[in-house]
C-alpha cells in the first residue's frame, strides 16, 4: 500500500495515540493468492472509490501506529466504503468465503458490517440485496473478526458495491480498523449445502402423485436430466433422505414421457409441492409442459412458468396451485422444467416433488369472508415483489389453516400476494365472486395478522379485477410481535398518494402488503386468517402496545409558530418522513380520528426539510413535541443545520439530546432550543429520531412544531378552578378537584411543559420541591371537563 506522509497525519496519530491503540493488530497469515484485500499492510489492495460517502454520519482519518496505517472513525453512527461500477467486487467468482477485519475501541459495545450488492445494474434499480452481520466488541484491545460470507444471508455476492459500518454508542463512537479483506476459506464447500434434510411430508399417499420423496412411492421418471440441459446433476444423501443437487445450473429438463407422462385432471390433483434449498439462487422458475397426447411439438402442446424468489441458505416448503399454471393442459403432463439465477452458476438442492389434491381446493368461487378452512373453495395466492406465500397449517393452532407469507431479502418495497386465482393476471384473474360491499357507514376490512416484530405497516389494497386502474389502498400498523391480532383497514382513510374509495365502483380483488415501504435486508415471515368485510376502525390495532387517544391539543397559539405535522396549525412543507437511509418503518395512522405519525423497528430516522423547505429557527425559541411508546426506553433528536451550502460542505452543524421515555402515556416534550448547543439555527435540513433499544421499538408522534415562548399564547380553558394548598408552594401542593382528576399537566410561566400526572382521584399531592422558583399552571382534565390554578413557587 502506497501513503503520503503529512504533517496532518502525524498530528492525527499524536492525538489519537492518548484513546487509541499503542499497537499494530497481527499480520494477518492467509496466504495472499486466496485473498481480496481493501485495506492492509500485507497484502496488494484493490481501488476503493472512498472510505467516507458524502452520506456517512462519521469522522474518518488514516493515522500511523509504529510503522503500520490505520483507518479511523471518529463520530461514529454509520459509514459507508464504496468500491463501484469497474470497482465492485464478485465474491462468487473468486470464491470468498469470510471476511476478515481487525477492530479497536475503547468505548464501542456494539459494532455493525453491511454488505450491499447491486445486482449489476447500480443503485437501487430493483435488484439491491443486502445483510447485515453484529458483533459485541471487547473493549481496549485489538479484535480480530472472521465473518463466514454464509453470515450475510438472503443476499447476492456477485456485485459487491457497498461494505457499511456502524457502531453503538450511535455518533460518538471511535473505532480503529485494518486489514479488511475477504478470503477463501477452508470449509468453502461446506458453506453452500443444507446440513439437515427437508421437512418430512404429512399428505397422506392417496392423495400424491409423487416424482421424488422418501415419504412415498414414486411414479417412473424417464430422465431427471434430458440431453438437452444446461445443467449438472447428482444425487446425493442429507441427513439420511435423499436429495437431487442441481449445479452449474442455468436450465434443466425432466422428463416423463408416453406411458409415463401424468394425467393430473384424472387424478385430481390441485397442487405442486418441493421443497428447495439453494445457497445463490435468486430466482428460481418451474416450467410444467403438456404434450396434448400426440407427443412433442405436435402442434398442441402447452405450457406454463412461474418464477419465484426464494430465501437461500435454508429450506423452503413450496406449494404452487395448478390454476397458477395459467392456460396449461393437465392430462399430458410430459416435462418438468427448472431453471435459475444466476444463469450457469446456480446450485438447487430439491426434495419431496409431488403433486396432490388439497384438502381445501375446489370449485367454489373465492369470496369474502376468506377463511382458508372450505374444502370446496381454492385459496389462490398470487405474489409478486419477492413475496412467497402458501397455505399451511397455523404455526399457533394445528386445526387452523392460515396463509404465510414471506417478505424475501431485498424484495421490493411494494412486493405482496393477491387473493385470486392466477388466470394470466387482470383482466383475466377472477378476485372474488361478488364486490367488497362497501357502503359511506361501512368502509372497513378486517384481516387477523401474526407479525415477527410490532410497528410494522401492513398495507392493504381493493381493486377491480377487470380495470387495474380502479383502486383504493389503506394502511395501519402491527401493536403486537409474535402474537396474533385482529387489524382492522379503513378503507375511508386513503393511503396517501393513493386514490380515495369510490362508492359506485366495484372492487372485487384484494392484495395485502406486509413492512410495505421497505425493502428488506433479511426474510421475514407473516401468517394472517379471516378476511372478513366489518370491523371498527381503531386506527391501527389497539391495545396496550398503542395509544387508544389522541395527543393532548397544543396550547399555543399565534403566529410565531413553525410547525411540521399538526393538526392545530397550518403545517410547512417537509421533503419526507422518512429518509432512504433510515432505519425505520413508518405510517401515518388515526388515533382517535386525529393524524398522527407511528415509526416501528425504530433504530433511526430522519425526517428532511431541505432546499427551499429548510427551515429558519432563529426566531423560534422552543420545539414541542408529543410522544407516546409502549417499549422504548430512550428517545432521542437531532437537529442538522447544513450552514445554507448544502450537505457535507464544511459547514453543518448538529445537536442531540436524549429523553428517558415513559411508556404507555402521551409525554409532551417543549425544549428549548438553547438545549441544541453549539450548533447553527438559520439552515435546519434533517430532524432525526433515534431510540433505545435499536430496531425493536415503536413510537408515536404528534404536534411536531418550533415556537417563540416570548409571543405565543397559552390556551388556558376557564371551565373551572381548582384549590391549592399551601400557594405559594415550597415543597408540594395539595390540588383538589370537585371529580375524579384523570391527567394533571404542570406548565411555567412560557408555556413549556413541566410534568404529566395521573392523580386517579378527587385529590393530588403533587411534588413540586425540584422547581425553580416561579409562577406555574396546573391544567387538570376530568370527566367533567379542564380545570386550572396557578401555583407560585418560592
Do not use: C
Request: glycine share 8%.
Amino acid at each position: 500500500m502506497q501513503h503520503i506522509y503529512t504533517l496532518i497525519l502525524i498530528l492525527a496519530s499524536g492525538l489519537l495515540a492518548a484513546q487509541g491503540p499503542t499497537t499494530a493488530p497481527p499480520t494477518p497469515t492467509v496466504e495472499a493468492a486466496k485473498v481480496i484485500s481493501l485495506y492492509s499492510d500485507a497484502y496488494t489492495d484493490v481501488t476503493v472509490d472512498t472510505w467516507r460517502t458524502d452520506w456517512s454520519m462519521a469522522d474518518a482519518s488514516e493515522v500511523l501506529i509504529g510503522d503500520n496505517y490505520v483507518r479511523v472513525y471518529e463520530n461514529l453512527d454509520f459509514a459507508g466504503i464504496e468500491m463501484t461500477g469497474e470497482n465492485a467486487l464478485d465474491l462468487m467468482a473468486a470464491g470468498m468465503t469470510h471476511l476478515h477485519l481487525d477492530l479497536w475501541s475503547a468505548n464501542s459495545t456494539t459494532f455493525r458490517v453491511k454488505l450491499v450488492d447491486f445486482g449489476g445494474d447500480g443503485f437501487d434499480n430493483g435488484t439491491d440485496t443486502e445483510k447485515e452481520v453484529v458483533r459485541a466488541v471487547t473493549q481496549g484491545e485489538w479484535m480480530s473478526l472472521d465473518l463466514p460470507l454464509t453470515e450475510f444471508s438472503g443476499m447476492n455476492m456477485s456485485d459487491i458495491n457497498q461494505f457499511i459500518i456502524s457502531s453503538l454508542p450511535a455518533g460518538s463512537s471511535v473505532v480503529f480498523l485494518d486489514n479488511i479483506f475477504f478470503y477463501q476459506g477452508e470449509a468453502a464447500a461446506e458453506l453452500s449445502a443444507p446440513i439437515v434434510a427437508a421437512p418430512t411430508p404429512t399428505r397422506d399417499a392417496s392423495t400424491v402423485v409423487s416424482l421424488f420423496s422418501d415419504a412415498y412411492t414414486d411414479v417412473s421418471v424417464d430422465t431427471w436430466l434430458t440431453e438437452w440441459s444446461s445443467a449438472k446433476l447428482k444425487d446425493t444423501v442429507i441427513a439420511e433422505s435423499a436429495v437431487k443437487v442441481y449445479y452449474d445450473l442455468d436450465f434443466a429438463g425432466i422428463e416423463m414421457t408416453g406411458e409415463n407422462a401424468l394425467d393430473l385432471m384424472a387424478a385430481g390433483m390441485t397442487h405442486l409441492h418441493f421443497d428447495f434449498w439453494s445457497p445463490n439462487s435468486t430466482t428460481f422458475r418451474v416450467k410444467l409442459v403438456d404434450f396434448g397426447g400426440d407427443g412433442f411439438d405436435g402442434g398442441n402442446d402447452t405450457d406454463a412458468e412461474i418464477a419465484r424468489d426464494l430465501p437461500r441458505g435454508q429450506w423452503v416448503s413450496v406449494d404452487y396451485p395448478l390454476a397458477s399454471f395459467a392456460g396449461l393442459n393437465k392430462d399430458d403432463i410430459s416435462q418438468f422444467i427448472i431453471s435459475s439465477l444466476p444463469v450457469g452458476s446456480s446450485k438447487v438442492y430439491l426434495d419431496n416433488i409431488f403433486f396432490y389434491r388439497s384438502e381445501t381446493g375446489g370449485g367454489t368461487p373465492l369470496d369474502l369472508p376468506v377463511t382458508f378452512e372450505d374444502e370446496d373453495v381454492t385459496y389462490g395466492l398470487v405474489d409478486f415483489g419477492g413475496a412467497v406465500s402458501q397455505v399451511v397449517t397455523d404455526p399457533t393452532d394445528e386445526e387452523n389453516h392460515v396463509a404465510e407469507t414471506t417478505k424475501t431479502a431485498g424484495a421490493e418495497t411494494w412486493a405482496g400476494t393477491t387473493l385470486t386465482v392466477d388466470q394470466g393476471g387482470s383482466p383475466n384473474d377472477p378476485g372474488f365472486a361478488n364486490p367488497v360491499p362497501f357502503t359511506a357507514e361501512a368502509t372497513t376490512v378486517s384481516v387477523r395478522v401474526w407479525s415477527p416484530t410490532a410497528g410494522t405497516p401492513v398495507r392493504l389494497k381493493v381493486e377491480n379485477s377487470a380495470d387495474v386502474t380502479v383502486t383504493v389502498e389503506t394502511e395501519t400498523t402491527t401493536t403486537k410481535a409474535m402474537e396474533w391480532e385482529t387489524l382492522v383497514f379503513d378503507f375511508a382513510n386513503e393511503a396517501p398518494g393513493t386514490a380515495a374509495l369510490n362508492l359506485a365502483a366495484a372492487y372485487n380483488k384484494m392484495s395485502i402488503f406486509f413492512n410495505f415501504g421497505t425493502q428488506p435486508a433479511e426474510a421475514a415471515t407473516y401468517y394472517w386468517d379471516d378476511v372478513y368485510f366489518g370491523g371498527e376502525s381503531n386506527g391501527g390495532g389497539g391495545g396496550d402496545d398503542e395509544p387508544t387517544t389522541a395527543a393532548p391539543a397544543p396550547v399555543h397559539e399565534g403566529n410565531d409558530i413553525i410547525s411540521l405535522f399538526s393538526e392545530a396549525y397550518t403545517n410547512v412543507a417537509v421533503d419526507t418522513w422518512r429518509t432512504d437511509w433510515s432505519s425505520a418503518t413508518y405510517a401515518e395512522v388515526s388515533i382517535d380520528g386525529n393524524a398522527t405519525k407511528v415509526y416501528g423497528n425504530l433504530d433511526f430516522a430522519g425526517i428532511e426539510t431541505t432546499g427551499n423547505n429548510a427551515l429558519d429557527l432563529t426566531g423560534m425559541t422552543h420545539l414541542h413535541v408529543d410522544y407516546w411508546s409502549a417499549n422504548l426506553d430512550t428517545f432521542r433528536i437531532k437537529l442538522v443545520d447544513f450552514g445554507k451550502d448544502g450537505f457535507d460542505n464544511g459547514t453543518d452543524t448538529e445537536f442531540e439530546l436524549a429523553f428517558k421515555v415513559t411508556q404507555g402515556q402521551w409525554v409532551r416534550l417543549d425544549i428549548p432550543l438553547t438545549d441544541f448547543a453549539g450548533m447553527n439555527q438559520s439552515d435546519v435540513n434533517q430532524f432525526i429520531i433515534s431510540a433505545l433499544p435499536t430496531g425493536t421499538g415503536a413510537i408515536y408522534l404528534d404536534n411536531i412544531y418550533f415556537y417563540n415562548a416570548a409571543t405565543v399564547a397559552n390556551e388556558r380553558p376557564e371551565m373551572g378552578i381548582l384549590s391549592a394548598y399551601p400557594n405559594p408552594v415550597t415543597d408540594q401542593a395539595i390540588i383538589t378537584a370537585p371529580v375524579r382528576m384523570e391527567s394533571l399537566l404542570l406548565f411555567d410561566a412560557t408555556g413549556r411543559l413541566i410534568g404529566e400526572h395521573r392523580p386517579g382521584g378527587e385529590q393530588y399531592t403533587l411534588p413540586m420541591g425540584d422547581l425553580r422558583p416561579g409562577l406555574y399552571v396546573a391544567l387538570v382534565s376530568t370527566a367533567r371537563g379542564q380545570f386550572t390554578v396557578k401555583l407560585r413557587k418560592q
